[in-house]
Every structure is written in C-alpha cells, then in structure tokens.
C-alpha cells in the first residue's frame, strides 16, 4: 500500500466499522423482542420477515451515513468494500452472540440458514452487504 492509499483504505475502515456499528445496533435494538415476543406468537420465518424491512431501512440510512462522516471519496470498489469489511465484522458479532448469549453451536449456526428464516437472514446480509455501493453518491464519489 502506497503512503497515498493508506488514508483512503483508512477511511473505508472507518466507514465499514460505523455502517456495522450503526445497523448492529438497530438489529440489536429488535432482536430481543423479535425472539422473545415475535418467534413465539408467529414462528420463527414469519417474525425475521417483519423485522427484514426495520433492518433494511436500517441499512438505507447507514449506508449513506457511513462513509460521509468517514468522508470516504472513491469508487465503486471501496464502497463494495465497506458493504464487505461490514459483512466480516457482522459474522463475527452474529457468531458471538450466537455463542455467548444464545447457546449455538457453529453447527447450529449453519444449520438455521437452511431453514426458511435462514433464507430470509441470507437475503439480508446480501443486502448489507451492497447496500454502500447502491447508495454510493455517483457524481461526488466516482473515481
């Protein structure tokens, strides 16, 4: 990396750590009461359904947030790397929460994607994970 990328990379960092942190903290906000109240009375398929649209909303706001206080300039490949670099620090949040609060087995873990709230989960962390490059400010950012 040369002394010129290092802000750069720097800054997508940042903006991937605030768009993590930001949208994190919405679905940590809704989880409780989606697997505490919502699971119960509506099954586990259709309660991540509701809480998907919270989430992507989420996702909206934050994608458009995070690099403009990070004040990321750039193309398309250091936006795609915010939505990725969020994504890896996501799965590994997921994973301890999973562990430390939840009880879950790695094996648990995979095994709950192959269920039909499993596939609405995946769905949504594709989404997190494109959500900066299709909010990218096109004109401001472009290469």
């Known amino acids: 990396m040369t002394g010129a990328d290092a802000p750069k990379a720097s800054r997508v960092l940042l903006a991937a750590a605030i768009y993590f942190a930001l949208v994190f903290a919405v679905g940590m906000l809704f989880g409780p009461p989606r697997v505490l109240w919502l699971e119960p009375w509506l099954g586990k398929a259709f309660a991540v359904l509701l809480e998907a649209p919270v989430l992507v909303v989420a996702m909206w706001f934050a994608a458009r947030l ?69 909010r990218m400010r096109r004109g401001e950012n472009a290469a």
């Open 66 to 134: 995070a690099p403009a206080w990070a004040r990321v300039r750039g193309g398309w490949v250091s936006f795609l790397s915010i939505g990725v670099i969020a994504l890896v620090l996501q799965q590994v949040a997921d994973l301890a929460v999973g562990f430390g609060l939840r009880g879950m087995t790695l094996a648990d873990q995979f095994a709950y994607i192959a269920t039909p709230a499993g596939a609405i989960y995946a769905v949504t962390l594709v989404i997190f994970a494109v959500m900066p490059l299709v």
